[in-house]
């Protein structure tokens, strides 16, 4: 399999691990169980971003670099709208509060808000993939 397969496989893999993570995230909402529908959510972006960056060229291992890639290769560039940007920042440190720190708690609206924005998010990730265009928010 050619080097562009690999990719376009990998691609595909991160996007469907979005969905999933959206799903979970959904579920997980559902049950009551909001740290985890946080984490879930963030995780959706995560993979989608992955996938989108990776289309690119460019694979990252660490949140971080990701985060930062996202920002600057993405946001800056203006190939997506800023709110995306800020979207995912919005998960990130969610994710981060929800994950770590103690006696943390959230609310079902601002779960449901979180979980619209990792669906749009993925969405747009998706479009850059696909090269259908971009969402607005």
């Not at 991160?14 to 969905?19: G, Q, T």
């Not at 694979?59 to 995912?88: P, Y």
């Amino acid at each position: 399999m050619s080097r562009g397969a690999d990719t376009a496989r990998a691609v595909a893999f991160w996007l469907d691990k979005a969905d999933t993570a959206l799903a979970s995230a959904r579920s997980e909402h559902a049950a009551g169980r909001f740290d985890f529908a946080v984490n879930r959510a963030y995780y959706a972006a995560f993979f989608a971003a992955s996938a989108a960056l990776l289309h690119r060229g460019r694979r990252f291992a660490k949140h971080a670099g990701l985060r930062a890639a996202l920002h600057r290769e993405l946001v800056k560039s203006g190939t997506i709208n800023a709110e995306w940007g800020r979207a995912f920042d919005r998960l990130f440190e969610s994710r981060q509060r929800a994950d770590y720190l103690e006696f943390v708690g959230f609310e079902a609206g601002e779960v449901e808000k979180l979980i619209a924005d990792a669906v749009g998010f993925v969405g747009e990730m998706r479009r850059l993939v696909e090269g259908t265009g971009s969402a607005i928010l």
